[in-house]
């Protein structure tokens, strides 16, 4: 019995000295860890911004814009000869690397007819000259006299035309989508300015039925799977059926209800002899084009809507324009369409940057598109959990996932740590919602103090060494699109 009370009682002891020497070991091991998340306060929308804003064309940003419009002609692009096709790529890639080194993103359009280049030697017209011999000496070729001399134009319903843009766009989507110089593509290709529509034309022949333009829309939506997509008219080719956005190149003067809400801006348009089938064209395409299909309201959440400011205000931007019912009418008219970006601010460029007139410049492109900010940071010292909560006062989402970083600072300057949240959706961030993104203290941390900072990568990182950083309307902005969240000492 005394044996038996023995070994107990050894038995106890060594458990005890196990568990206390697990406990010790703990206590040793454990750290503290304090997190001073940082208060932050809303500002006014930082400009530039990605993919927001007043846009310019090709090599005319101004400082405040991150848009640059290329334009480029079908043979430019795309070769005919001995009945195949080839994709050309030297002036694209050019230009692309251009708009990425001043830190910019393309919006891109391809198209075959231009009456602005009617003289008398230009047509108008740009098809590879194999390509355009074979339509002429097919009787596929028709022409129209307009102000500058005579207009060409193909029968877009020809087969041999049809198959050669088919070619042209599974190359050119093989090569280009998700190019991260380019924030979206207008399908172009078809009827004056790559626009949808033939109105110098004077034949049927050359209108293309809606079977055909489908075709080119299904090989543009397979085609760019990651690249945003923008067409003229969705009542065109059933274009409504497809994941794209729109471009309304008449903007104001055929974009919204507005003058049935203002009886001044009715008076106004009228002075500019618009009728009543202009005043509102795009506002009934988006709106169901007369019940023939389903209304396109809420396409702006997934898709990119922007233009081009009419001609008729684009002469004289900053008198009328910003002030008075121009003003109140193209403020509705963003608000309505979901705008991300608008081109056309003037023949003389934006106004002088000392002027009342600069800033109203100001106000109207940050209205654009995206607000977001971050709205809170919350800290929890002994799990090392760090909760950031992100919102959207604009009135759209920003169309790209983005990645969001996360790094970790020595009061040295050095990032010691980094890391991606893979689960953000940045595209999901949709205006008056919130999103959160929840980030640990690494546990192998050394002890000392640091700050986490946190930003979005911009893909442009892979091919340009200037690349402009999307920035949130908050104080305790770093440099480069960082944000520092919170202060942490680890003991």
């Known amino acids: 019995m005394t044996n038996f009370f023995s070994q107990r009682i050894v038995r106890l002891l060594i458990t005890v000295f196990l568990v206390s020497t697990l406990l010790l070991t703990s206590a040793c091991s454990k750290r503290e860890i304090t997190i001073r998340p940082n208060m932050f306060v809303r500002t006014e929308t930082p400009l530039p911004n990605p993919m927001k804003g007043f846009a310019c064309f090709y090599e005319k940003a101004d400082q405040d814009s991150s848009l640059e419009y290329i334009g480029l002609k ?22 692309l690397s251009r708009v990425a080194d001043r830190g910019n993103f393309a919006i891109l359009r391809i198209y075959m007819l231009n009456p602005g280049y009617v003289d008398s030697e230009r047509t108008g017209l740009f098809l590879p000259e194999e390509l355009y011999n074979e339509l002429k000496n097919a009787g596929d070729i028709y022409y129209n006299q307009v102000r ?17 843009m088919l070619d042209f766009i599974a190359l050119f989507g093989k090569r280009y989508d998700g190019n991260p110089a380019i924030a979206a593509i207008q399908m172009g290709l078809y009827g004056s300015w790559g626009e949808w529509n033939m109105s110098e034309c004077r034949s049927s022949a050359c209108v293309m039925t809606d079977d055909n333009l489908r075709k080119i829309i299904k090989a543009y939506v397979s085609s760019f799977s990651s690249t945003k997509l923008m067409g003229r008219n969705p009542s065109l080719g059933h274009a409504n059926e497809y994941p794209i956005g729109y471009h309304d190149d008449n903007f104001m ?3 919204s209800d507005f003058h049935t809400k203002s009886p ?7 002075k500019q002899h618009y009728t009543y089938a202009t005043l509102q064209q795009f506002y009934d395409f988006i709106n169901g084009n007369g019940g023939k299909y389903e209304p396109l309201w809420d396409l702006w959440k997934t898709q990119m809507f922007g233009g081009e400011l009419s001609m008729q205000m684009s002469m004289e931007p900053f008198g009328p324009l910003w002030s008075g019912t121009e003003r109140e ?13 608008l081109m056309g601010v003037g023949v003389g460029g934006i106004p002088q940057t000392n002027t009342a007139e600069y800033q109203e410049y100001r106000k109207v492109a940050g209205s654009f598109g995206y607000d977001l900010f971050i709205d809170s940071v919350t800290g929890k010292d002994r799990t090392g959990k760090l909760t950031t909560t992100f919102g959207n006062a604009g009135i759209a989402p920003f169309y790209y996932d983005w990645p969001l970083e996360y ?6 300057g050095t ?13 999901g961030l949709l205006p008056g919602e919130n999103a959160t993104s929840v980030f640990f203290i690494p546990e192998d941390l050394k002890a000392g103090e640091y700050t986490v900072q946190i930003r979005f990568v911009s893909p442009a990182e892979g091919i340009s060494k200037k690349v402009m950083p999307l920035r949130l309307s908050n104080d305790h902005e770093l440099r480069d699109g960082f944000y520092e969240l919170a202060r942490v000492v680890i003991q």
């Open 74 to 95: 079908f043979n430019e692009i795309y070769s005919y000869q001995n009945g195949q096709g080839a994709l050309l790529t030297e002036e694209l890639d050019k230009k």
């Open 148 to 164: 500058g001399g005579r207009l060409e134009y193909p029968d877009f319903n020809s087969q041999k035309l049809i198959d050669c």
């Open 253 to 255: 003067f055929n974009t």
């Open 264 to 270: 001044e801006w009715k008076a106004l348009l009228r």
């Open 329 to 341: 009418a193209l403020n509705y008219c963003i608000q309505q369409f979901h705008m991300s970006w």
């Open 407 to 412: 790094r970790i600072v020595d009061t040295a």
């Open 415 to 427: 990032a010691v740590f980094r890391t991606r949240d893979e689960d953000f959706r940045l595209s």
